[in-house]
């Protein structure tokens, strides 16, 4: 399984980003694909995840209602829109792949993950 994280950069408080992450190497059906973040001396934290088979979606308190997180199945990538971004926002973002039945938030759950690719946001 190979997770191809893109779509970081500098922006503004207030703006938007895409965050798009391939996934290739076997079928995805029963997996839940998520995003966390990591700044510097902090451990890593769930962002949002996604079931693949089904629209089930879940988010961490402090981005629901303004990171949004799909999956589009034809091109097997998963995508975390964010807007209204603060700079508490900036840190090094990573898509991972759980081959857990259950939605999970704890990062052991998730057995694949991709390179991470930085968001800094500029106050």
């Known amino acids: 399984v190979q997770l191809q994280a893109s779509g970081g950069g500098l922006v503004q408080a207030g703006g938007s980003l895409k965050l798009s992450c391939v996934a290739s190497g076997r079928s995805f059906n029963h997996y839940h694909m998520g995003w966390f973040r990591q700044t510097p001396g902090k451990e890593r934290e769930f962002v949002a995840a996604i079931r693949w088979s089904g629209p089930n979606t879940y988010y961490a308190d402090s981005v629901k209602g303004r990171f949004t997180i799909s999956r589009d199945i034809a091109s097997l990538t998963v995508a975390l829109q964010m807007d209204s971004l603060k700079p508490e926002d900036t840190a090094l973002y990573f898509c991972?792949?759980?081959?857990?039945?259950?939605?999970?938030?704890?990062?052991?759950?998730?057995?694949?993950w991709g390179q991470g690719t930085l968001v800094t946001v500029s106050s």
């Open positions: 991972a792949a759980s081959t857990t039945w259950r939605f999970s938030s704890v990062v052991t759950d998730y057995e694949y």
